[in-house]
Every structure is written in structure tokens, then in C-alpha cells.
């Protein structure tokens, strides 16, 4: 499933990274009384009535200045803007009504994108202050505070209206291309890997890092099956990222991953674990997406008969929060063990689709839980009915129990080993979603 991307839009400090961290249900964003302090855009998934969506947080645009920074800022939003599906303008309710309001409403109706109006730092006090905000001609403005959460529910309904509906169905169409991001520090040697896959120089490839500048899309066959590889530019920690080409990598990377099939982690193998590599990985199993964590450069690594193991169990201690990826040591320099980088991207897409019936899977629960019986809290045992599966890539278990507060992580996360051990799941992360029901 691609989810829907929503852009947070506005002029300098009308809190937007406020409102951001609001809907995401926590600080994400760097929230500070400053005009300028959100240069990039950051990401997270939300979720409202059982719809998901990526949003968006961007910086202010100051269509009049004429200053680097702010041009800078304006080409970000620019491919905020082109990549979303629903923008949420935001103007400041307390200031009220500003020419820079204007230009940016006028520069928003040229993208006939869907907009939500939204008028922040409202409350009982200057309600009647929304009303200067339909002079924009852009709808009916609605009134919310990010500060104090008021109203942000009807925002998020308003939000929920507009969202296309086809990105919003449990799953995608079966069949098609299967699409593969490749993604990864700079100058871990993710180009070189991509031009031996496609078997020709197709990406520049140099030995200085950020060379791969976009995220460029190329369909391939293999063994008769189609593909697309998506080449990313490097990701950097955002202390890293200086300029306004790193801000257009980074977008373009995520954007990448958002709407890969698969995903193909490149790690240099020569080089220690690094938080970077850690946090990619990490971006990809909050994505739900199945991974491959490539080790490249492995011709380079000194070896013995325990090598593999080694780093093997480095990457089973690190990557704990993601224990179902599947490692696959290769060179992009001498080519060695290239083609099984496809023949496991195979493999984890259809562990990623398959389906189970709800027999078997209530066969795999009832033995789990005789083996290890549901919490109790506060003198209330948690009673688990049945389970069923609900959706596919990645795949997703409905679990009705008769109260969700019981379900403790620990022993969501025993029912998870339990499917895992009765289905191979490797290298896909899987969904438990618990569902209240009083009937029972």
C-alpha cells in the first residue's frame, strides 16, 4: 500500500512544526518561536479513522524575499508540494490576515492540489477572527489550536475527505512491477550496485560521496519477471545535510522508500554498524516494508571460516527491533553473489504477500496461548477470540479480545514469534492489530 502524502504549507512561523507534531502524536519537529527554524521537510505516519497517510512538515515560504535561504526553502516546498496528494495551508489565526498569506494562497491554487485551509492559534477568544481568512478564496477556513489540540479532529476529518480514495484501500493491486529502493549512507556503494543488477553503467558512479543527486526509476525484466530499481542519493543525518541539493536527496530518498515494494539496504561492509545505517533501517521497518540488508564491499573484508557469522550476530544485535531481515554479502566491484540480491528480493515480496486462512492461523493461536496464557490487569484477564488475516505487504492480523488496554507489548510481540515459528515471514515485518468485541 502507497499511502497518501499530506503537505503542511505556510508562511514563516505560523506553526506549522507545531501543528506537524500535533497530528504525528509527538515531537517530531523542532518547535521554536523563530521564522526559519524547519529548513527540511521531516516525515511521519498518522492515523485517523482506521486511514493511514505520510505527512509532510516544510519550511515557511517567503514568496517576495529574494534571500539564498528562503529560495532555497521555496525549491523544498516546491517538491513537497509537487509529491503530495492533499496540502494543509496554514495561516496564524492571532496575526491575522497577511499579504504573504495571499501570495502563498495564490501560489497553492495554481497546483489544483485538494487544501485544507487550516487557521491556527484559535481559541474562545478571537473565534471570530477565522472570517478574514475566506477573503483567500481558498474554502471554508477551519479553526484549530496545535498548542492546545482544539478542533484538530475536525481537521483531520476534513483531511481524511480529500485523500484519494484508491491510496486509501487496504492493499494494492496484485501483479505489476515489482519495485525496489535502493537506499543507504553515502557512498556505501548503492549505484554500483544498481548498475550490476541492471547488467549496464546506468547511474554515475565515483568514489565521492552524494554523487546520485535524485531518485531516478528504471524498469527491468529478470527471469522473465518485471521490476523497478529505484536509485536514491545518500541518506544523511540532518545535521549533515548543509545545502539544498542534500535537502532534494533526502526527500527524494524517503519518497523512494515510501513507495518500494521491497527495500534494499546497502551497508558498507568494511566500515563498523554506524547510527546512520541503524536509523535507515529503522525507516524502513516503520515504513512496514520487507527489507535486505546488503552487505557490500564484502571482497574487501579479511575472512575465515566464521566470518559471516560474525557479522551475522553484529547485525542481530543491532537490528534487534527488526529480527526478521535477511542479509545477503556481496560485491558491486567483482559482482560475486549480485544475482541473489533479486532472487531474495523474490523471496521477501512473496513472504510479504502471502495469505493465511483463518483456521490455521486460530490453530497457531490456541496452541500459543495454551503454551503461554494471556495477561491479567486489574483482576481482568484478557480473553482472546479468534484471529484473521486483513491485509497483505506487509502482512496484517486482525486480533479480537475482549479489552485492547490488557494486551501488554511483551505478549503481542509472543502471539508475532508465534506466527513467525508456523510461517516464514522472513524478511517482512508483520502487523497485529487488536480489535475490541463486546459480543463475545
Known sequence: MIKPLVAIVGRPNVGKSTLFNRLAGKRISIVEDVPGVTRDRIYADCEWLNKTF?????????????????????????LAVDLADVIVFIVDGKHGLTADDYDVAEFLRKTDKPIVLTVNKIDNQNMNTIYDFYQLGIGEPIPVSAIQGLNIGDLLDEIIKRLPQDKLNEEEEEGGAIKIAVVGKPNAGKSSIVNKILGFERTIVTDIAGTTRDAVDTPFTYKGKEYVIIDTSGLRKKSKVKDNVEYYSNVRSVDALRRADVVLIIIDSTEELSEQDIRICGMAHESHKPSIIVMNKWDLVEKDTYTVNKYNQRLSEELKFMDYYKAVYVSALTGKRVNAILDNVDEVYKNASQRISTGILNEVLHDAI???????????????????????????????????????????????????????????????????????
Open 54 to 78: 505520510t505527512l509532510i512538515d516544510t519550511g515557511g515560504i517567503e514568496l517576495r524575499s529574494e534571500d539564498t535561504m528562503w529560495m532555497h526553502i521555496k525549491q523544498q516546498v516546491d
Open 370 to 440: 495454551a503454551v503461554n496464557e494471556p495477561p491479567t490487569k486489574n483482576g481482568v484477564k484478557l480473553k482472546i477470540y479468534y484471529i484473521t488475516q486483513i491485509g497483505v505487504r506487509p502482512p496484517t492480523f486482525a486480533l479480537f479480545v475482549n479489552d485492547s488496554k490488557i494486551m501488554h507489548f511483551s505478549y503481542k510481540r509472543y502471539l508475532e514469534n508465534a506466527l513467525r515459528k508456523a510461517f516464514d515471514f522472513s524478511g517482512t515485518p508483520i502487523r497485529i492489530i487488536t480489535k475490541e468485541n463486546k459480543d463475545y
